[in-house]
T-cell receptor, first 113, second 115 residues
Framework: KQEVTQIPAALSVPEGENLVLNCSFTDSAIYNLQWFRQDPGKGLTSLLLIQSSQREQTSGRLNASLDKSSGRSTLYIAASQPGDSATYLCAVRPTGGGNKLTFGTGTQLKVEL | EAEVAQSPRYKITEKSQAVAFWCDPISGHATLYWYRQILGQGPELLVQFQDESVVDDSQLPKDRFSAERLKGVDSTLKIQPAELGDSAMYLC?????????????FGPGTRLTVT
């Protein structure tokens, strides 16, 4: 059974700092990995999606990397802003067809002024 | 921009009462998903529909939960009777297709509190 772990569970940083969120998964047979953002009491917003054949994806100040063989992904946020405060979730899809997502427990980020 | 709609956004109910949530997926999306997210955890899939058929309900507590998508469009998730442990965010998502990969789009969720 696929298990996805995110470390740290919570993080507080001053504005402007660069930071890294970690995601690890136990089964490397994944089709792709996706990072989501969730604001308090809201649904999920997709940030970045990395196919299993890719090493990284970038969108603005966000960069996600994937090392499938070691079962790890990182989300790098450059020059953090208070508006980045949210919970960040990673999720993996299995190979072999199907579209089921297995989510991590999330990292709650707070960026302080 | 097309979005997944859910209602109600918030629901407070007493233990042992019945409660229902509604989801309207993005037009043309054949696959619909219901997730449950307990506070401090990631979402967990409860049920997946392909058109009007259930393709995965392995994590659905069938003694108290039911889900339907009668015409293959909108869907209802019901809990009867509700228990304290059912307090959670219930998220609906949809995708163009279920076979192979197709990106899922999430609705705003329904926050359920059972007292």
């Amino acid at each position: 059974k696929q298990e996805v772990t995110q470390i740290p569970a919570a993080l507080s940083v001053p504005e402007g700092e660069n930071l890294v969120l970690n995601c690890s998964f136990t089964d490397s047979a994944i089709y792709n990995l996706q990072w989501f953002r969730q604001d308090p009491g809201k649904g999920l917003t997709s940030l970045l999606l990395i196919q299993s054949s890719q090493r990284e994806q970038t969108s603005g100040r966000l960069n996600a990397s994937l090392d499938k063989s070691s079962g790890r992904s990182t989300l790098y946020i450059a020059a953090s802003q208070p508006g980045d405060s949210a919970t960040y979730l990673c999720a993996v899809r299995p190979t072999g067809g199907g579209n089921k997502l297995t989510f991590g427990t999330g990292t709650q980020l707070k960026v302080e002024l | 921009e097309a979005e997944v709609a859910q209602s109600p956004r918030y629901k407070i109910t007493e233990k042992s009462q019945a409660v229902a949530f509604w989801c309207d997926p993005i037009s043309g999306h054949a696959t619909l998903y219901w997730y449950r997210q307990i506070l401090g955890q990631g979402p967990e899939l409860l049920v997946q529909f392909q058109d009007e058929s259930v393709v995965d309900d392995s994590q659905l507590p069938k003694d108290r939960f039911s889900a339907e998508r009668l015409k293959g469009v909108d869907s209802t998730l019901k809990i009867q009777p509700a228990e304290l442990g059912d307090s959670a965010m219930y998220l609906c998502a949809s995708s163009l297709k279920g076979q192979g990969w197709s990106e899922q789009y999430f609705g705003p969720g329904t926050r359920l509190t059972v007292t």
